[in-house]
Protein backbone atom coordinates (compact mmCIF):
# COMPACT_ATOMS: atom_id res chain seq x y z
CA UNK A 1 0.00 0.00 0.00
CA UNK A 2 1.60 3.57 -1.27
CA UNK A 3 1.49 6.19 1.20
CA UNK A 4 2.83 9.43 1.59
CA UNK A 5 2.28 12.04 3.71
CA UNK A 6 3.70 16.16 3.66
CA UNK A 7 5.05 18.03 7.30
CA UNK A 8 6.53 20.91 8.12
CA UNK A 9 5.39 24.72 9.15
CA UNK A 10 2.06 25.93 9.00
CA UNK A 11 2.83 29.10 9.08
CA UNK A 12 5.98 31.23 7.77
CA UNK A 13 6.90 34.75 7.72
CA UNK A 14 7.72 36.68 4.63
CA UNK A 15 11.37 36.33 3.73
CA UNK A 16 11.77 32.73 5.39
CA UNK A 17 12.73 29.71 3.99
CA UNK A 18 9.98 27.15 4.01
CA UNK A 19 11.03 23.40 4.38
CA UNK A 20 8.62 20.20 3.82
CA UNK A 21 9.27 16.75 4.37
CA UNK A 22 7.63 13.82 2.36
CA UNK A 23 7.66 10.67 4.07
CA UNK A 24 6.40 7.91 1.95
CA UNK A 25 5.66 4.08 2.31
CA UNK A 26 4.65 1.38 -0.43
CA UNK A 27 7.74 1.71 -2.71
CA UNK A 28 11.54 2.89 -2.65
CA UNK A 29 12.95 5.75 -4.35
CA UNK A 30 15.80 3.46 -5.44
CA UNK A 31 13.80 1.78 -7.54
CA UNK A 32 13.88 2.38 -11.15
CA UNK A 33 11.11 4.67 -12.77
CA UNK A 34 10.28 5.75 -9.17
CA UNK A 35 10.24 9.60 -8.79
CA UNK A 36 8.24 12.08 -6.49
CA UNK A 37 7.22 15.30 -7.21
CA UNK A 38 5.84 18.58 -5.06
CA UNK A 39 2.68 20.32 -5.91
CA UNK A 40 1.05 23.14 -4.98
CA UNK A 41 -2.30 24.72 -4.80
CA UNK A 42 -3.05 28.28 -3.79
CA UNK A 43 -6.64 28.79 -1.82
CA UNK A 44 -9.56 28.49 -4.58
CA UNK A 45 -6.65 28.07 -7.41
CA UNK A 46 -5.43 25.77 -10.23
CA UNK A 47 -2.72 22.76 -9.44
CA UNK A 48 1.37 24.04 -10.44
CA UNK A 49 3.78 21.62 -10.70
CA UNK A 50 6.64 22.54 -8.32
CA UNK A 51 9.78 20.19 -8.34
CA UNK A 52 10.60 16.58 -9.15
CA UNK A 53 13.49 14.29 -7.87
CA UNK A 54 13.99 10.47 -9.57
CA UNK A 55 15.32 7.13 -8.20
CA UNK A 56 18.85 8.41 -9.78
CA UNK A 57 19.19 11.62 -8.18
CA UNK A 58 18.09 13.41 -10.98
CA UNK A 59 16.42 16.75 -10.02
CA UNK A 60 14.27 18.77 -12.13
CA UNK A 61 12.45 22.24 -10.56
CA UNK A 62 9.96 24.44 -12.08
CA UNK A 63 11.27 26.94 -14.88
CA UNK A 64 9.02 30.10 -12.86
CA UNK A 65 10.60 29.03 -9.30
CA UNK A 66 13.79 27.37 -9.67
CA UNK A 67 15.77 29.98 -8.15
CA UNK A 68 13.85 29.56 -5.19
CA UNK A 69 13.40 25.97 -5.14
CA UNK A 70 15.93 22.72 -3.72
CA UNK A 71 14.72 18.99 -3.54
CA UNK A 72 16.59 16.50 -1.72
CA UNK A 73 15.94 12.35 -0.85
CA UNK A 74 16.95 10.35 2.03
CA UNK A 75 16.13 6.95 0.95
CA UNK A 76 17.10 5.38 4.15
CA UNK A 77 14.30 7.07 5.59
CA UNK A 78 11.80 7.27 2.47
CA UNK A 79 11.83 11.04 2.59
CA UNK A 80 11.77 13.63 0.03
CA UNK A 81 12.46 17.51 1.33
CA UNK A 82 11.54 20.64 -0.27
CA UNK A 83 13.09 23.87 0.41
CA UNK A 84 11.18 27.38 -1.11
CA UNK A 85 13.76 30.43 -0.16
CA UNK A 86 12.24 34.01 0.30
CA UNK A 87 8.57 33.29 0.88
CA UNK A 88 6.19 35.80 0.28
CA UNK A 89 2.43 35.77 0.76
CA UNK A 90 1.32 34.97 -2.26
CA UNK A 91 2.88 31.29 -1.63
CA UNK A 92 0.58 30.69 0.35
CA UNK A 93 -1.03 27.24 -0.41
CA UNK A 94 -1.95 23.79 0.32
CA UNK A 95 1.21 21.72 -0.55
CA UNK A 96 1.39 18.38 -1.88
CA UNK A 97 3.77 14.93 -2.90
CA UNK A 98 2.96 12.77 -5.14
CA UNK A 99 4.41 9.78 -6.72
CA UNK A 100 5.24 9.47 -10.66
CA UNK A 101 6.04 5.75 -11.38
CA UNK A 102 7.46 6.47 -15.01
CA UNK A 103 8.44 2.63 -15.71
CA UNK A 104 5.38 2.91 -18.37
CA UNK A 105 7.31 6.38 -20.15
CA UNK A 106 3.86 8.20 -18.92
CA UNK A 107 4.33 10.56 -16.39
CA UNK A 108 1.06 10.50 -14.27
CA UNK A 109 0.67 11.23 -10.19
CA UNK A 110 -0.91 7.88 -9.14
CA UNK A 111 -0.85 8.35 -5.31
CA UNK A 112 -0.90 12.18 -3.18
CA UNK A 113 -0.30 12.74 -0.15
CA UNK A 114 -3.22 14.59 1.65
CA UNK A 115 -1.50 17.95 1.48
CA UNK A 116 -0.17 20.34 3.99
CA UNK A 117 -1.40 23.87 4.15
CA UNK A 118 1.55 26.87 4.14
CA UNK A 119 0.38 30.38 5.20
CA UNK A 120 2.58 32.99 4.57
CA UNK A 121 2.04 36.10 6.88
CA UNK A 122 3.92 38.45 9.16
CA UNK B 1 5.67 26.27 -21.12
CA UNK B 2 2.42 24.37 -22.75
CA UNK B 3 -0.74 25.91 -21.73
CA UNK B 4 -3.50 23.68 -20.69
CA UNK B 5 -7.06 25.21 -21.58
CA UNK B 6 -10.02 23.37 -20.27
CA UNK B 7 -13.77 24.32 -21.09
CA UNK B 8 -16.18 25.54 -19.20
CA UNK B 9 -14.76 26.38 -16.35
CA UNK B 10 -17.59 25.94 -14.50
CA UNK B 11 -20.83 23.32 -15.47
CA UNK B 12 -24.52 22.75 -14.05
CA UNK B 13 -25.70 19.14 -14.02
CA UNK B 14 -27.83 17.04 -13.00
CA UNK B 15 -27.40 12.55 -11.51
CA UNK B 16 -27.82 10.77 -14.49
CA UNK B 17 -26.56 13.12 -17.21
CA UNK B 18 -23.77 12.86 -19.73
CA UNK B 19 -21.01 15.51 -19.01
CA UNK B 20 -18.37 16.27 -21.14
CA UNK B 21 -15.24 18.36 -20.14
CA UNK B 22 -12.54 19.23 -22.28
CA UNK B 23 -9.22 20.14 -22.41
CA UNK B 24 -6.96 21.78 -24.78
CA UNK B 25 -3.04 22.09 -24.97
CA UNK B 26 -1.33 25.55 -26.54
CA UNK B 27 1.08 22.68 -28.85
CA UNK B 28 0.38 19.16 -29.74
CA UNK B 29 0.98 16.78 -27.15
CA UNK B 30 0.48 13.37 -27.96
CA UNK B 31 -1.45 11.17 -25.80
CA UNK B 32 0.37 12.94 -22.59
CA UNK B 33 -2.76 13.92 -20.59
CA UNK B 34 -3.95 13.23 -17.46
CA UNK B 35 -7.22 13.77 -16.08
CA UNK B 36 -7.73 14.25 -12.10
CA UNK B 37 -10.96 14.78 -9.92
CA UNK B 38 -10.61 16.59 -6.80
CA UNK B 39 -12.90 17.36 -3.96
CA UNK B 40 -12.81 19.92 -1.57
CA UNK B 41 -10.06 19.72 1.19
CA UNK B 42 -9.23 16.54 -0.56
CA UNK B 43 -5.82 15.76 -2.97
CA UNK B 44 -6.42 15.01 -6.43
CA UNK B 45 -7.30 11.37 -7.46
CA UNK B 46 -6.16 10.32 -10.64
CA UNK B 47 -8.99 8.94 -13.41
CA UNK B 48 -7.45 8.78 -16.84
CA UNK B 49 -3.71 8.63 -17.93
CA UNK B 50 -1.92 8.62 -21.08
CA UNK B 51 -5.62 10.40 -22.86
CA UNK B 52 -7.76 7.31 -22.70
CA UNK B 53 -6.71 4.70 -20.18
CA UNK B 54 -8.48 3.91 -17.15
CA UNK B 55 -6.82 4.16 -13.80
CA UNK B 56 -7.75 0.81 -11.54
CA UNK B 57 -10.21 0.81 -9.43
CA UNK B 58 -11.96 4.55 -11.47
CA UNK B 59 -15.67 3.31 -12.01
CA UNK B 60 -16.35 2.59 -16.10
CA UNK B 61 -18.55 5.65 -16.23
CA UNK B 62 -15.81 7.50 -16.70
CA UNK B 63 -13.79 8.22 -20.17
CA UNK B 64 -11.16 10.00 -21.96
CA UNK B 65 -10.21 10.29 -25.34
CA UNK B 66 -8.19 12.92 -27.85
CA UNK B 67 -4.61 12.94 -29.14
CA UNK B 68 -2.54 16.22 -30.40
CA UNK B 69 -4.24 19.27 -28.62
CA UNK B 70 -7.74 18.42 -27.73
CA UNK B 71 -9.03 16.29 -25.27
CA UNK B 72 -11.88 15.12 -23.39
CA UNK B 73 -12.79 13.07 -20.57
CA UNK B 74 -16.79 11.93 -20.07
CA UNK B 75 -18.95 10.80 -17.52
CA UNK B 76 -21.35 8.91 -19.09
CA UNK B 77 -23.98 9.12 -16.12
CA UNK B 78 -23.51 11.47 -13.58
CA UNK B 79 -23.01 10.22 -9.55
CA UNK B 80 -23.61 12.59 -7.17
CA UNK B 81 -20.25 11.70 -5.94
CA UNK B 82 -18.51 12.86 -9.12
CA UNK B 83 -19.48 16.37 -8.42
CA UNK B 84 -15.70 17.26 -7.68
CA UNK B 85 -13.55 19.75 -9.61
CA UNK B 86 -11.64 18.25 -12.76
CA UNK B 87 -8.03 18.84 -13.88
CA UNK B 88 -5.91 17.64 -16.81
CA UNK B 89 -2.47 17.84 -16.82
CA UNK B 90 0.09 17.15 -19.64
CA UNK B 91 3.35 15.38 -19.50
CA UNK B 92 4.65 15.95 -23.09
CA UNK B 93 7.20 18.18 -21.54
CA UNK B 94 8.40 16.60 -18.95
CA UNK B 95 9.51 17.69 -16.65
CA UNK B 96 8.01 20.50 -16.99
CA UNK B 97 4.44 19.15 -16.30
CA UNK B 98 1.40 21.68 -16.17
CA UNK B 99 -2.25 21.90 -15.28
CA UNK B 100 -5.37 23.05 -16.55
CA UNK B 101 -6.81 25.81 -14.58
CA UNK B 102 -9.71 23.27 -13.44
CA UNK B 103 -13.43 22.59 -14.08
CA UNK B 104 -16.17 22.88 -11.47
CA UNK B 105 -18.87 20.43 -11.91
CA UNK B 106 -21.74 21.35 -9.51
CA UNK B 107 -25.54 19.50 -8.55
CA UNK B 108 -28.21 21.66 -10.71
Known amino acids: QVTLRESGPALVKPTQTLTLTCTFSGFSLSTSGMCVSWIRQPPGKALEWLARIDWDDDKYYSTSLKTRLTISKDTSKNQVVLTMTNMDPVDTATYYCARIDDSSGQYYFDYWGQGTLVTVSS | DIQMTQSPSSLSASVGDRVTITCRAS??????LNWYQQKPGKAPKLLIY???SLQSGVPSRFSGSGSGTDFTLTISSLQPEDFATYYC??????????FGQGTRLEIK
Open chain 2, 27 to 32: QSISSY
Open chain 2, 50 to 52: AAS
Open chain 2, 89 to 98: QQSYSTPQIT
